[in-house]
Structures are given as structure tokens and as C-alpha cells.
């Protein structure tokens, strides 16, 4: 068992939810996050915004699959992520469960 930890911005959300499905992920569960960029070492041209930080509407996804399930998620992000022409792209990860009460899935 894995825990599969996906974050991006809040306009790939429906990429991500059709990932999930097609790597057979039935359940998880997401959230709405505010990511945060610190441009306080970047020159004023380089910045977008005059602040010293940037804050992006962002997702969170997470969910215990199977390895297998991880493995072809991970496949699609690497696929999808290589043919968008964007600064900001999905960015997952699979830790492994050590231990964990006995559930069904």
C-alpha cells in the first residue's frame, strides 16, 4: 500500500481526477490549497507581482492505493506534464505505508 500525494494548480483539476480514474484510484479524497512561490530573490522584471511572494490557487490530492495503481498515475502525470507548455505542472508523490490498520479497498 501506498499514499499517493498529488498537488497542482486549481485549473488542473479535472486532468487530475481523469488520471486518477484511469490509473484505477476509486477513491480519494482533495482539498483547495494556497500554494506559495517566495520571489523575494528575484529581480523586479522577473516578477509578475511586485511582492515578495506569489500565492496560487492550487489542489491537494491524496490517497491510499496499491502500488500498481501509483505506478501508472505516476506514468500519467510524466506523460501529461510532457507535453504542456507551462511554468507550473503537477507534481506527485508516492510514499510508502510502513504499517496501517486494516482496511478494505
Known sequence: MKLLIITASKGFEKNI???LKKAGVKHFSFQE???????????IEDQWFSTE?????????????????SAKLLDE????????????????????IEQMNALNF
Not at 33 to 43: A, I, L, R, W
Not at 58 to 68: H, T
Open 17 to 19: 481526477v481523469r488520471m
Open 33 to 43: 490549497v494556497n500554494g506559495y512561490e517566495d520571489t523575494s530573490e528575484q529581480s
Open 53 to 69: 511572494g506569489a500565492v496560487t490557487e492550487s489542489v491537494l490530492y491524496y490517497a491510499f492505493v496499491p502500488s500498481e495503481n
Open 77 to 96: 502525470v510524466n506523460q501529461f506534464n510532457a507535453v504542456q507548455n507551462v511554468q507550473s505542472h503537477i507534481h506527485a508523490a508516492v510514499v510508502a
